[in-house]
């Protein structure tokens, strides 16, 4: 009788909670001016997330959330299956790195693993052998890899270690060999840094400080070199703003350098969100003394996206005057863009993928796809202007390459789609064949083998045809009763392209569609495509989801009570305004870790670095289009809200907490609905990276399990509702 009690007494507790509801948000008022406009923030006071009356709010959201979204039938069922899953599979590798002397070097997880661990082995038959823990690196505490570096040489791997999903963490060293780290160790840093060629020297960029609310922590940051060795207190700077003031190096830009070992240069980069390489060059030997004579690359206004080198050419991808990319190369021993020449013009209608472009001894790979789903492999031979393409063992919807170096033939292809697990190929230039070869085991899932894969396009509201995925049961019936959850982006030029993961596909075995609108914003059609969803364009992204949901409806796959609409970080923008444009359309809205207030975006330490993508109140037109975008100051009182669980970490480095923070109190502020709308914040997670596979599954389980609740799918009412 003790679990029934147990049980009872929680259902009591959720029910008595239910009654009284999510506490109110402190209000204290402020009001801008913002070029002779005035704009009133009710909830200002939010911001400061060391206030103690805050903080007693958001603990409060968090557990009326937590309790709530506990007591939804068939959620433990949801978390249950997607343990299912992963148990079949025997280990997981990903983020392979292949060195000079074949050593292979990759993140695996096996169903035991709550985090991802760093193996390496010696070619392909190789012994795996596990290099670092993070799971024991201290017992007690949440760490995670989150990101590695190995030399060249494979002598060495550097690799960036958090905590509670905050990123930013310090760098250990490890010699491979020996399997012991050295003992310095590089704080406040993300990921492994960069190797020179020498085998011995480490670029990396650390913060300012270490605290997530502070705007000084990553501005006026500094490139330093550190020797494997020797105190950390001995590294220098080499590349930023204070040592080469002439330089347009803006206080937040992040200043990386390095050295290309092919083209025998030394190379500065400006990053931003900015997908426009801002970079300059010097002879590689410069790099390590004082004064580099750097010399300009890459402008912004060139459009360069990406490139790669060999020991006579930078090949580069542009989008300049050309919507959907093209290929172009210069000498190494005179780089000059203007003077480049095209290797291989656009096409009508594929995008090249400028992450997926690779050299080697051979020639030039790289991967262009159509509407974002339809991917294709192309060979481009040294000293040729004729690029082919290869016929892949199966149809993909993506492809991911790896390589070994320039000087080598070695490359390999990772195939993969929405109902299919990726699948790793090695590619033999010689012969034109794909070998299967496989790092991660292969594993089953019946229960997908009656997917239905639907590649549309849709009229938006201005008559572009937007692309859109959709993923269902056969038979699923076309009468307007079936459950859409409906997944987008729509930033940074990222495209949302077929992915695999089996907790999303439940969706379907409850009987609903899994749809994906590749929205304005995102890069599926190029950047042509990204730019019509940018600072003044973006109303752009969320009118594509409207328009693909209408779509929906008019086609009875669905109907507006039976929609949910799903977006992360960014993604934010788009189901925030999606609901604040449309509250009738549907029936549920979960933002995660999103950014909900973006007229003050500028006003949290990762906004300044995001102005080029979304724009800055400094300019009047920019200020207008950060307006229309926010989803906050669009919440008005009195309305028909659909049911929200908006979510939060507290950890988080890119979208601090108050930004979603501020969303959902004025929305349980403004909603008439009845519908919930829950806020619960995360004090063990940050921006989603580097969550334990636990915490992965809870997430998702929470996303499903309240989707399907509100839109009335049998099995995921509450045993005891907590709210209506």
């Keep these: 009788m003790k679990p029934v009690l147990l049980l009872a007494g929680m259902l009591a507790s959720v029910a008595a ?18 070029f002779g406009t005035k704009v009133e923030d009710p909830y200002r006071n939010l911001e400061n997330l060391n206030d103690a009356a805050v903080q007693t ?29 992963d148990s079949r599979k025997a280990s997981r590798v990903s983020e392979l790195r292949v060195t000079d002397n074949d050593r292979y070097f990759y993140f695996k997880s096996r169903p035991q693993d709550q985090q991802p661990k760093l193996y390496c082995r010696d070619g392909y038959k190789g012994q795996e052998v596990l290099l670092f823990d993070p799971e024991n690196y201290d017992k007690g505490k949440v760490f995670n890899i989150s990101g590695f570096s190995p030399t060249n040489d494979g002598s ?42 020498d085998n011995q020297t480490l670029a990396y960029l650390p913060f300012n400080n270490g605290d997530l609310k502070d705007m000084a922590a990553r501005q006026n940051t500094q490139c330093r070199l550190h020797r494997v060795g020797t105190p950390v207190a001995q590294d220098q700077p ?21 050295i290309d070992r092919d083209a025998k240069l030394a190379y500065g980069f400006l990053y931003s969100v900015d997908r426009y390489l801002h970079g300059y060059y010097a002879p590689a030997e410069s790099l390590t003394k004082p004064n580099v004579p750097w010399q300009p690359l890459f402008q912004p206004a060139d459009e360069v996206t990406n490139f790669v080198t060999d020991e006579q050419y930078i090949y580069f991808v542009t989008s300049k005057n050309t919507p959907r990319q093209k290929l172009m190369r210069m000498p190494v021993a005179k780089p000059n863009v203007a003077a480049a020449e095209v290797l291989v013009p656009e096409s009508p209608d594929e995008a090249i993928k400028d992450e997926q472009l690779k050299t080697t001894k051979d020639g030039l790979y790289f991967v262009r796809v159509k509407n974002g789903v339809q991917a294709k492999l192309y060979f481009l031979p040294r000293n040729s202007k004729s690029a082919q393409e290869l016929k892949l063992p199966q149809p993909s919807g993506l492809i991911e390459l790896v390589t070994k170096n320039a000087q080598s033939s070695d490359l390999w292809a990772t195939l993969g789609g929405w109902t299919a697990d990726r699948q790793r190929y090695r590619y033999t230039a010689a012969t034109g064949k794909f070998t299967s070869e496989p790092l991660s085991s292969e594993v089953q899932y019946p229960e997908f083998a ?35 959850l409906m997944v987008g982006y729509g ?44 600072k003044t364009t973006k109303p752009n992204t969320w009118k594509d989801l409207i328009a693909s949901a209408e779509y929906l409806v008019q086609n009875k796959y669905t109907s507006p009570g039976k929609i949910a609409i799903n977006g992360g970080s960014a993604g934010g923008i788009l189901v925030g305004r999606a609901m604040t444009e449309r509250p009738d359309l549907f029936a549920v809205a979960i933002p995660e870790v999103g950014l909900m207030n973006a007229v003050r975006m500028e006003n949290s330490p990762n906004g300044p670095v995001n102005v080029p993508e979304f724009g800055t109140v400094q300019k009047e037109d920019e200020y207008k289009a950060l307006l229309a975008m926010d989803a906050y100051h669009h919440l008005q009182k009195g309305t028909k809200y659909p049911a929200t669980l908006v979510t939060a970490g507290f950890n988080d480095p890119r979208v601090i907490a108050w930004q979603p923070a501020k969303f959902a109190a004025r929305l349980q502020a403004s909603n008439t609905s009845g519908k919930p709308v829950l806020f619960f914040t995360d004090y063990e997670a940050g921006h989603g990276n580097g969550d334990s596979k636990q915490k992965q599954f809870e997430t998702m389980a929470d996303l499903l399990s309240f989707g399907l609740w509100q839109t009335g799918t049998p099995g995921f009412q509450p045993k005891a509702t907590a709210a209506k």
Excluded at 60 to 74: E, K, M, P, V
Excluded at 506 to 533: I, P
């Design 17 to 34: 909670l239910a009654q009284q509801g999510p506490p109110a948000a402190p209000s204290v008022t402020a009001t801008d001016m913002y």
């Design 57 to 85: 709010w958001m603990k409060s959201q968090a557990a009326y959330a937590r309790q709530t979204l506990d007591a939804i039938s068939g959620r433990q069922g949801l978390i249950d299956k997607m343990k299912d899953f």
């Design 156 to 197: 060495k791997v550097s690799f960036g270690l958090t905590e509670k999903g905050a990123e930013l963490g310090r760098t250990l060293i490890m010699d491979v060999k020996a399997r012991k780290l050295y003992p310095e160790q590089l704080q406040l840093t993300r990921g492994g840094g960069e190797w020179l060629p």
């Design 238 to 258: 080499v590349f930023s703003s204070q040592l080469y003031p002439k330089l347009s190096i803006r206080s937040s830009d992040y200043p990386y350098a390095g």
């Design 450 to 484: 009656d997917l239905v894969v639907e590649e549309i396009t849709v009229p938006s509201h201005d008559g572009v045809m937007v692309p859109l995925s959709l993923v269902y049961k056969k038979g699923t019936p076309r009468n307007g009763s079936v459950p859409v």
């Design 491 to 534: 930033a940074y030029s990222k495209s949302t392209g077929p992915f695999f993961y089996p907790p999303y596909l439940l969706w379907t075995q409850q009987g609903g569609v899994l749809a994906v609108a590749h929205v304005r914003g995102g890069g599926e059609l190029g950047e042509e495509w990204h730019k019509a969803g940018q």
